[in-house]
């Protein structure tokens, strides 16, 4: 199975509060941008052919075996094999090679893992005849990182919470291009990439004038200065 990971962007972004559990509450509007993919392959381990060169090589463990092009992190540390090891915990599904080709910038606030995480386990559950719906898949994501649940719908959501907690938001910006920038380090030739960790480290959570939710009623004509990311400070 092949599929195809898109990333998102927010929309506002307030980080309200420190919480007790080390993560910080926020509210967020989750919005989805096709300007980049990731491609994620999925095989169950016993239909590969023998000498295959999908899994040739390829680190194995726990009857996992995975490959990234595109990034320099150990292959089966990548949230793809967490999300596998999650379901297979619970459900028992069997051995897969994965090959994730990344497409999606990392650093860079796109979500592309949390997408990768997400994409893989509704891969899992078609693969596997689980037979889990959307919040289900939801609630497995939210275990794996903060905002993975979202690219289970992959659609316009407000995030409170950690991010986990979704709502559905009608919002229309059709009429509206959306162009989405990177800044390149001159250095690497490659774009700038930002730890999450180190971008919640300059900041100092705080109750905005507006709260968000409110802010997005209003025209997007009146959204500047309004809706706003709190890490456009840092």
Same mark, same amino acid.
Request: glycine letters at 12%; hydrophobic letters at 40%; one cysteine or more.
């Given at each position: 199975?092949?599929?195809?990971?898109?990333?998102?962007?927010?929309?506002?972004?307030?980080?309200?509060?420190? =919480?007790?559990?080390?993560?910080?509450?926020?509210?967020?509007?989750?919005? %989805?941008?096709?300007?980049?993919?990731?491609?994620?392959?999925?095989?169950?381990?016993?239909?590969?052919?023998?000498?295959?060169?999908?899994?040739?090589?390829?680190?194995?463990?726990?009857?996992?075996?995975v490959?990234?092009?595109?990034?320099?992190?150990?292959?089966?540390?990548?949230?793809?094999?967490?999300a596998?090891?999650?379901?297979?915990?619970?459900?028992?599904?069997?051995?897969?090679?994965?090959?994730?080709?990344k497409?999606?910038?990392?650093?860079?606030?796109?979500?592309?893992?949390?997408?990768?995480?997400?994409?893989?386990? =509704?891969?899992?559950?078609?693969?596997?005849?689980?037979?889990?719906?959307?919040?289900d898949?939801?609630?497995?994501?939210? =275990?794996?990182?903060?905002?993975?649940?979202?690219?289970?719908?992959?659609? %316009?959501?407000?995030?409170?919470?950690?991010?986990?907690?979704?709502?559905?938001?009608?919002?229309?910006?059709?009429?509206?291009?959306?162009?989405?920038?990177? %800044?390149?380090?001159?250095?690497?030739? =490659?774009?700038?990439?930002?730890?999450?960790?180190?971008?919640?480290?300059?900041?100092?959570?705080?109750? %905005?004038?507006?709260?968000?939710?409110e802010?997005?009623?209003?025209?997007?004509?009146?959204?500047?200065?309004?809706?706003?990311?709190?890490?456009?400070?840092?």
């Amino acid at each position: 199975m092949i599929c195809y990971p898109t990333p998102k962007i927010n929309i506002g972004l307030n980080v309200l509060r420190k =919480r007790a559990d080390g993560y910080h509450d926020i509210d967020t509007l989750f919005y %989805p941008v096709d300007a980049w993919r990731d491609e994620l392959e999925i095989v169950r381990a016993d239909g590969l052919p023998e000498g295959s060169p999908f899994a040739a090589g390829l680190p194995v463990r726990e009857g996992l075996s995975v490959t990234i092009e595109g990034a320099d992190w150990d292959p089966l540390s990548d949230l793809t094999a967490k999300a596998w090891r999650l379901l297979a915990a619970e459900y028992g599904i069997g051995a897969v090679a994965i090959r994730l080709r990344k497409g999606i910038p990392v650093g860079a606030g796109l979500g592309g893992g949390s997408a990768d995480a997400a994409f893989m386990l =509704r891969a899992l559950n078609e693969l596997g005849g689980l037979g889990l719906g959307d919040h289900d898949l939801a609630s497995y994501a939210a =275990r794996l990182r903060s905002d993975c649940a979202f690219f289970v719908y992959c659609r %316009p959501m407000f995030g409170s919470g950690r991010g986990e907690v979704l709502e559905p938001l009608d919002i229309d910006l059709s009429g509206y291009g959306l162009q989405v920038e990177l %800044p390149i380090d001159a250095t690497t030739g =490659r774009p700038v990439a930002v730890s999450t960790r180190e971008a919640y480290a300059g900041i100092t959570p705080h109750l %905005p004038a507006i709260p968000l939710r409110e802010a997005l009623r209003l025209p997007v004509e009146q959204w500047s200065g309004r809706v706003v990311n709190d890490f456009e400070a840092t």
